[in-house]
């Protein structure tokens, strides 16, 4: 099966710029996460979604980060605007529904505020 | 706070040689573990996961072990090879909405 595609791979902004990132997850997974990982450290979850909705949000920085997966499949990341300690791999991983196995993450995107 | 951390930062071993990476939980109440490997620009890589009423679980080359008693996990890697060099990290849920916590990560390095 296909993995989990992301876009960009790197992204290079300066701060008070905003930027956006892509996900698509795995055909048939309804559980979507986004994931901050800073160098050197684990993921941190930002969010997660079962199919549009969200289930979890209470570590995302709401005012000045959003996420949206109006059809319950593909989902973006959105920083507006951005600080220099956004800087970051941003990765999404997707999972079936109700699995804390299976989990699949993609590559990340790179964010580099400069 | 609840946390899952990693006891050495950076492990060197010699190619052939076995490895441990080791990592201490906080959470009794975790009933499920998982270790990944991360290469340089991608993403986690699921290697292999143990349930609580486990204490060992192998897979190919790689083996887990689960001690409850000390909230101690170990990832044991057999005749390491260079294709193993990466950052490790092991994660457990807790809850039910399946959130993984993560630790911070082993470096593994192999000396040829």
């Known amino acids: 099966e296909a993995g989990v595609a992301q876009s960009p791979r790197y992204k290079i902004i300066e701060k008070r710029q905003s930027v956006a990132f892509w996900c698509n997850p795995i055909?048939?997974?309804?559980?979507l996460y986004w994931y901050q990982q800073i160098l050197g450290q684990g993921p941190k979850l930002l969010i997660q979604?079962?199919?549009?909705?969200?289930?979890?949000d209470s570590q995302l920085p709401k005012d000045r980060f959003s996420a949206e997966r109006l059809k319950g499949v593909d989902s973006t990341l959105k920083i507006q605007p951005a600080k220099l300690e956004d800087s970051a791999v941003y990765l999404c991983?997707?999972?079936?529904?109700?699995?804390?196995?299976?989990?699949?993450f993609g590559s990340g995107t790179r964010l580099t505020v400069v | 706070g609840e946390s899952v951390g990693l006891h050495l930062p950076t492990l060197s071993v010699q190619e052939g040689d076995n490895s441990i990476i080791n990592c201490a939980y906080s959470?009794?109440?975790?009933?499920?573990f998982i270790w990944y490997k991360q290469e340089s620009g991608k993403g986690p890589q699921f290697i292999i996961d143990?349930?609580?009423n486990m204490d060992k679980r192998q897979g190919q080359r790689v083996t887990v072990l689960l001690n409850k008693t000390v909230k101690h996990l170990s990832l044991q890697i057999a005749a390491t090879q260079p294709g193993d060099s990466a950052v490790y990290f092991c994660?457990?849920?807790?809850?039910?909405?399946?959130?993984?916590?993560w630790g911070a990560g082993t470096k593994l390095i192999i000396k040829p």
């Open positions: 994660a457990e849920t807790s809850g039910s909405n399946y959130q993984l916590i």
């Open positions: 959470n009794s109440a975790s009933d499920y």
């Open positions: 143990i349930r609580s």
């Open positions: 055909s048939g997974h309804a559980t």
């Open positions: 979604f079962q199919n549009n909705g969200v289930v979890d």
């Open positions: 991983a997707s999972s079936r529904q109700g699995a804390s196995y299976g989990y699949t």
